[in-house]
Nanobody, 112 residues
Framework: QGQLVESGGGLVQPGGSLRLSCAAS????????MAWYRQAPGKQRELVAS???????DYLWSVKGRFAISRDNAVNTLYLQMNSLQIEDTGVYYC??????WGQGTQVTVSS
């Protein structure tokens, strides 16, 4: 049974940066598609970024050029580097992995 544990969220001012981590156990993230989702208050959960087994990445249009998804197979951890954060990026960020594992989420709040 796979398990995902996110960390790295917090409060940051507009224009700031955060790096989210997702530590995996019971599964090897290097051979499956992994992704980051987020859910803002009152909104549906949306796909933010994904990376497949061939390391091909894809991004939500509004975060392209600001966010970067990556993974370190040696420590079985997925990352999301978030730069130039905007107030609209506020939400709970979730790690996801095939066949449908979810982390518990980490809160990101962008506010002045």
């Amino acid at each position: 049974q796979g398990q995902l544990v996110e960390s790295g969220g917090g409060l940051v001012q507009p224009g700031g940066s955060l790096r989210l981590s997702c530590a995996a156990s019971g599964m090897f993230i290097g051979i499956i598609t992994m992704a980051w989702y987020r859910q803002a208050p009152g909104k549906q959960r949306e796909l933010v970024a994904s990376i497949n087994s061939g390391s091909i990445t894809d991004y939500l249009w509004s975060v392209k050029g600001r966010f970067a998804i990556s993974r370190d197979n040696a420590v079985n951890t997925l990352y999301l580097q978030m730069n130039s954060l905007q107030i609209e990026d506020t939400g709970v960020y979730y790690c996801w992995g095939i066949p449908g594992y979810w982390g518990q989420g980490t809160q990101v709040t962008v506010s002045s």
